[in-house]
């Protein structure tokens, strides 16, 4: 199952009743003072995304094709609560991040450097986030009743790569 792709540097998630579309361009900002070319990274971050997206979706459908969940398991409705939270939890990982200043900037212009710690620490703790979120999503059939997901969370918690910071 594909929920998400990037086309024309434009990312478009599609699951169930939600639908986002996030172009390059719209968060290409929020790198500049991270990177020398902030298109760049704003295209490995949209195309992570998407990965990640797919990834889970992936898993799910096969996972509700082997048959080993509850009978009122609802895979596309799992995926889209995913799918959902998560852009949520990356946009504002994105925005935090946005803050921060790359230390090549901070170093020799002596920038107030006690903030730019703060603001980075902030962004950390967003990106901490982030990962929690693909190790612990509670992915439960409509009855409540628990199904197998370890293997999918400790799948998902080692697909995550994050960028270097400066890249």
Known sequence: MTVAIVENRTLVVSVGGFAASIAAKSIEHQFDALT????RRANIELGELAERL???????E????KGDIAPGFNGVVEVEAFARRHVDL????????????NWFITG???FPVARNDKRMRIADARRADLAARIRSQPARPLSGKPC???R??????RAIRWPRRGS
């Open 152 to 157: 999918m969370k400790s799948r998902s918690a």
């Open 62 to 65: 096969d996972l509700a094709g």
């Open 36 to 39: 020398h070319f902030p298109d």
């Open 148 to 150: 197998r997901m370890g």
């Open 54 to 60: 797919n990834d889970f979706a992936a898993y799910v």
């Open 108 to 110: 020799p212009a002596r």
């Open 90 to 101: 990356t946009r504002r990982f994105w925005a935090a991040e946005g803050r921060c200043l």
